[in-house]
């Protein structure tokens, strides 16, 4: 039971590429979540998935794209990669009720230059 | 609009010298306050999560308890082994099943 997984762990792109973030979990959890931490501004929701099939924007969804491929895995996507996209991101997972906890991945540290 | 605050950011221990982090909370409709330990490098990892006014949880040297407005964590008798930042989360009526956090505090444990 790996719980939930991330791929790349680090990558480093140039200004203008485009990449996906990858996440899975084996929890047959309902919802999933895309956050983004930075230094001094804590963890920040980008978009999330409350069920297959459905997407939502969250607080800061400028820039990206997303797809719950089906109920294991949720993809982000950088369409033209900025410096202000720099961060770790972390992908979490839930059954999708109100008081239910979140379980977090690992986490991708992306740098753009 | 939901928001949630952490103080101190940062503190520094000596082992055994306990002490509280404190998380206050502004947010409609409180359906769970969360706390997560993150090491550096790491995914924030769960601690606790809290439901009413009252409630209190204990896990080894770590005691959270949640009034209408603030939660604290309590750290008894710290060990260099509990040096992380912690975070504090909630979810409530408007965000939907995401959740709001704190910026965290760090916390160092010197023996």
């Known amino acids: 039971n790996a719980g939930v997984t991330q791929t790349p762990k680090f990558q480093v792109l140039k200004t203008g590429q485009s990449m996906t973030l990858q996440c899975a979990q084996d929890m047959n959890h309902n919802s999933m979540y895309w956050y983004r931490q930075d230094p001094g501004m804590g963890l920040r929701l980008i978009y999330y998935s409350a069920s297959e099939g459905t997407t939502d924007k969250g607080e800061v969804p400028n820039g990206y794209n997303v797809s719950r491929l089906n109920k294991r895995e949720f993809s982000l996507r950088l369409e033209s990669a900025a410096p202000s996209q720099t961060s770790v991101y972390f992908c979490a997972s839930d059954r999708g009720i109100y008081t239910d906890t979140q379980y977090f991945g690992p986490g991708t540290r992306l740098t753009v230059l | 609009e939901d928001q949630v605050t952490q103080s101190p950011e940062a503190l520094r221990l000596q082992e055994g010298e306990s002490s509280s982090l404190n998380c206050s909370y502004t947010?409609?409709?409180?359906?769970?306050l969360f706390w997560y330990r993150q090491d550096p490098g790491k995914g924030p990892e769960f601690l606790f999560t809290l439901y009413s006014a009252g409630e209190e949880k204990e896990k080894e040297r770590l005691k959270a308890t949640l009034t209408k407005k603030e939660s604290f964590l309590h750290i008894t008798a710290p060990k260099p082994e509990d040096s992380a930042t912690y975070l504090c989360?909630?979810?409530?009526?408007?965000?939907?099943?995401?959740?709001?956090f704190g910026k965290g505090t760090t916390l160092s444990v010197s023996s």
């Open positions: 947010v409609s409709g409180l359906r769970g």
């Open positions: 989360a909630v979810k409530g009526d408007q965000a939907g099943t995401a959740l709001i």
